[in-house]
């Protein structure tokens, strides 16, 4: 089965497999596939364990790119994103394999899926007198300014609070307004959404949790902090990390620990699917019960079916 011109996208919300049923998407597919990661915390070094990143026999098994290019103080944003999965589509397609973009990384997938605009460049000065309000006053602010953005934006996520206020102030326009115009990347995206059960997958964070700090999460972060992670840092922000500190730091216990990452990835899960939701062009599977190869194979199918029906398009779209 081939998908010679098209670049898959397998998204999805966090616990829900989406690494182990691409790999299985990747063996299945004639030329071959390599995997794009979008999950927004694998960038990071160091960050194994607490981002739940492939092993190194699965990182060996199928091509992996973007995972552990930024040093774990370092940054990396939406637009560094979108140019790195342009230059490696076109990487991949020289290769005669196919582009395979997985994560769960909402503002990275919509970098390359609806487009997203350059924006004024950051002011210092603005940042650093918004960075002195309390975070609920920020959240009110921008609620007034764009409820659209302010309505798709965690209250408690700073940096992107204080960035639609930025954009806000600078240009005299709400970002929301601004990304609108924003366009895709020009290529041929079939995109695949993983989803389970409710219940199934309250079940599978909680038991992915306690694996993780069984593996050695704690002293992971703790030696993350010894190497330059602070709270300043955008790797902070994990899931995982900014609790950690906490329990490092004696305020919170063991129990309380496990309790608040489960609880906080799953408040995440039910954002990343609120997201998914609203693209039209997501072909959703239902994983609960199912083995990565069976969910592979249920997409390598849908690929085979639909290949059959019609020509496969050019990559550029007209």
Same mark, same amino acid.
């Given at each position: 089965? /081939? ?6 996208v397998i998204l ?6 989406k690494?182990?049923v691409?790999i ?7 030329d071959? &596939?390599e995997?794009?990661?979008a999950?927004s915390r ?6 194994d364990i607490?981002?739940? +990143?492939?092993s190194r026999?699965?990182?060996n098994e199928?091509p992996?790119h973007?995972i552990?290019?930024v ?5 990396y944003?939406a637009?560094?994103f979108r140019?790195?999965v342009e ?6 397609f ?7 973009i997985?994560? &769960?990384?909402?503002l ?9 605009f350059s924006g004024?460049a ?5 940042r ?6 309390p975070l ?6 921008l609620q007034?300014?764009d409820?659209?953005?302010a309505?798709a934006i965690?209250?408690n996520d700073r940096?992107?609070i204080?960035?639609? *206020?930025?954009?806000?102030i600078?240009?005299g326009?709400p970002?929301?307004? *601004?990304?609108?115009?924003?366009q ?5 995206f079939?995109?695949?959404g993983l989803?389970?059960?409710r219940?199934?997958?309250? /079940?599978?964070?909680?038991a992915?949790?306690k694996?993780m700090?069984?593996s050695?999460l704690i +002293?992971?972060?703790?030696?993350m902090r010894?190497?330059g ?5 955008q790797a902070y922000r994990?899931i995982?990390?900014?609790e ?6 004696? +305020?919170?216990t ?5 309790q608040?990452?489960v609880?906080?990835t799953?408040?995440l899960?039910r ?5 998914f ?7 959703w599977?239902?994983v609960?019960?199912k083995?990565a ?6 997409i ?6 639909? /290949? ?6 050019d990559?550029l779209r007209d």
């Amino acid at each position: 089965m /081939s998908t010679r011109g098209c670049a898959l996208v397998i998204l999805g919300p966090t616990a829900v497999g989406k690494s182990a049923v691409a790999i299985a998407v990747a063996s299945a597919i004639t030329d071959g &596939g390599e995997i794009i990661s979008a999950d927004s915390r694998a960038f990071f070094r160091g960050l194994d364990i607490v981002t739940d +990143k492939p092993s190194r026999a699965a990182l060996n098994e199928v091509p992996h790119h973007l995972i552990d290019i930024v040093p774990v103080d370092g940054a990396y944003d939406a637009m560094a994103f979108r140019r790195d999965v342009e230059r490696l589509i076109l990487q991949i397609f020289d290769h005669r394999k196919t582009p395979i973009i997985v994560g &769960g990384g909402t503002l990275y997938l919509g970098a390359i899926l609806r487009g997203i605009f350059s924006g004024p460049a950051s002011n210092k000065r603005l940042r650093a007198a918004l960075s002195t309000e309390p975070l609920d006053q920020l959240y009110e602010r921008l609620q007034e300014a764009d409820p659209t953005a302010a309505a798709a934006i965690h209250p408690n996520d700073r940096l992107r609070i204080v960035r639609a *206020l930025e954009v806000a102030i600078t240009t005299g326009e709400p970002i929301s307004r *601004l990304q609108q115009k924003a366009q895709p990347l020009p290529y041929l995206f079939r995109v695949f959404g993983l989803r389970r059960d409710r219940d199934d997958h309250r /079940s599978a964070i909680a038991a992915r949790v306690k694996r993780m700090l069984a593996s050695g999460l704690i +002293k992971e972060v703790s030696t993350m902090r010894e190497h330059g992670l602070t709270q300043d840092c955008q790797a902070y922000r994990t899931i995982g990390v900014r609790e950690t500190f906490s329990y490092l730091d004696g +305020k919170i216990t063991r129990a309380e620990l496990e309790q608040q990452i489960v609880n906080n990835t799953w408040s995440l899960a039910r954002r990343q699917m609120a997201w998914f939701r609203r693209d039209e062009n997501v072909t959703w599977v239902d994983v609960t019960g199912k083995s990565a190869e069976e969910v592979g194979r249920e997409i390598t199918s849908e690929l085979e079916r639909e /290949s059959a029906e019609t020509a496969v398009p050019d990559v550029l779209r007209d």
